[in-house]
């Protein structure tokens, strides 16, 4: 076989009957390399606690999320240019050796401010991690075949979703939080060999230089952006003058880097690829997808916990019936696309499975069996099989393939400011709405018990006056009410979106070879 596997529409016999074996022992590296990028802050969440209490600085426990989740957007349009620029291979290598790099230094940080650089320079590789995976997956296959390697990637995610918080708080009982970082190095170390021995991709020559100025301006305004999202309503006031001063910020630092794309010899994000309608409408789709997806994973767990009784533990594991469908569905679509070279009904149909299903959330109430709901959420996890691997893949294949990187980084930067804003609007709207209703139902008593937050522990909860506890969970009720029909209402932008998707035939629409 050639040294490299590359995406060809017709491979000839012998090529068509390697092809899928080797791309087989590139996709475990991939899925591993996509678990470390998916369940790292899933893992050192369960451990914060911990870590507070070893390390102290708990006034500055959240830039230990943060920290990471500005690097992670700021960095992925980056990772995705030097990919197209200087060839896959190297920059995905180069990515895991800086996620690596950072995972361990975090592991041996000393103090708060040790531990949040550290994060930083994890955040740093891990925005080239998955960005690397969909760009690498989209050079080795076609299209038309892309769909069902994508789909396994999708059930990596739901694995790390549910795993992530169960191994994390395991590894912190028995380990320490230190090896809530630690378990990535041998990870990593596998995901690593396995790259470097088995992926062989073309090399490229960058005709131009990097546009530096494009990505500080990029890097500042997602940067404002997202801490918008991540402190308004919580550390700052909406309406005050930091968050005010940040949104000016981004938008200055985003219209000038704009205008910088427009004249640049190799731009960071290319604005060409806009003109693609495909493209444009299936970044609105996958910005509304986080949106309302990392939503509903907020917000599932603290409805089954506060209303349904269930631990912590034990609300994870309730999400396995959105996961699950999720995971089957995204398999099926991704075989769908495959035998049919066809894809404009997966958004149609994900939109309204998903639009239906956060209708059907929004109706839980404090009397909702765990059954009931189970259902309503496996409906919006069909929904969102449909969805996420087809905004990749669509996005993909609007663009031609020196773009694949910069196509790649994009569309899981929308979905990732998609899953910012998402949080941030959901999260206002669910806390006013549960504040309101316990000042109503309990007055001064219930106004004090949510003043400084209106997430309450199971043993806070369990420790209040039965009245006030009912209130509060009719309130909580009430709170994701209002922010699963919001998602629903926001659902449905994305429905005239899918619809207005054309069905462009896949790159490499041959009937699929045998495996």
């Known amino acids: 076989m050639a040294d490299t596997i590359a995406a060809k529409a017709v491979p000839d016999e012998k090529e068509a009957q390697a092809a899928p074996r080797s791309v087989r022992v590139v996709l475990l590296a991939l899925m591993i390399t996509m678990l470390l990028a998916m369940l790292d802050n899933m893992i050192v969440s369960p451990a914060m606690p911990t870590i507070v209490g070893d390390l102290g600085g708990l006034a500055h426990l959240s830039w230990v999320v943060t920290g990471y989740t500005l690097a992670t957007a700021a960095s992925t349009p980056i990772w995705g240019k030097l990919g197209d620029m200087y060839g896959r291979k190297g920059i995905f290598l180069t990515a895991i050796v800086i996620f690596l790099l950072g995972s361990a230094l975090s592991g041996m940080a000393q103090d708060m401010n040790q531990l949040i650089g550290f994060r930083v320079v994890q955040g740093l590789g891990a925005g080239g991690l998955m960005v690397g995976v969909m760009a690498i997956i989209g050079d080795l296959v076609p299209p038309r075949d892309r769909g069902k390697y994508m789909g396994m990637m999708t059930g990596v995610m739901a694995v790390a979703m549910i795993g992530g918080p169960l191994v994390g708080g395991t590894i912190t009982d028995h380990l320490g939080w230190r090896w809530a970082f630690y378990i990535n190095l041998p990870l990593g170390a596998v995901a690593l060999a396995m790259v470097t021995a088995v992926l062989h991709l073309p090399k490229k020559k960058a005709e131009g230089r990097i546009d530096y100025l494009g990505a500080a301006l990029l890097a500042v305004g997602i940067s404002a952006l997202v801490l918008v999202t991540t402190w308004g309503g919580s550390e700052y006031a909406w309406g005050s003058a930091v968050i005010m001063e940040l949104i000016a910020i981004g938008v200055v630092a985003l219209i000038g880097f704009v205008l910088v794309q427009k004249k640049a010899a190799e731009p960071i994000m290319p604005l060409h690829i806009f003109r693609s309608r495909n493209f444009s409408l299936m970044a609105v789709v996958g910005f509304i997808t986080g949106f309302v997806m990392f939503g509903a994973m907020l917000f599932l767990p603290l409805y089954q916990q506060s209303v349904q009784g269930a631990s912590a533990t034990n609300s994870g594991l309730l999400l396995l019936p959105m996961l699950l469908s ?115 139902r309990a007055g001064t008593v219930g106004g004090k018990v949510t003043e400084q937050s209106a997430q309450l522990t199971a043993d806070s909860l369990a420790k209040l006056p039965e009245p006030v506890r009912d209130a509060y969970q009719y309130a909580v009720s009430s709170g994701t009410h209002s922010a699963f029909l919001l998602g629903a209402a926001i659902g449905v932008a994305a429905l005239l979106a899918a619809v207005f998707i054309e069905d462009i035939p896949l790159r490499g629409s041959t009937p699929p070879v045998a495996e």
């Open 326 to 440: 999720m995971m089957a569905v995204s398999v099926l679509a991704g075989r769908y696309t495959t035998s049919t070279g066809k894809y404009k009904i997966l958004p149609v149909v994900g939109t309204v499975l998903m639009v239906g299903g956060f209708f059907l959330l929004a109706q839980m109430d404090t009397g909702t069996s765990r059954l009931t709901s189970g259902l309503y959420m496996a409906v919006v996890g069909a929904g969102m099989g449909f969805l996420m691997q087809t905004t990749m893949l669509v996005a993909q294949n609007s663009v031609e393939m020196k773009d694949m990187g910069v196509a790649s980084s994009s569309a899981t930067l929308f979905r990732t400011l998609g899953s910012s804003f998402g949080v941030a609007i959901m999260g206002a709207l669910f806390n006013g709405r549960v504040q309101d209703v316990m000042a109503e």
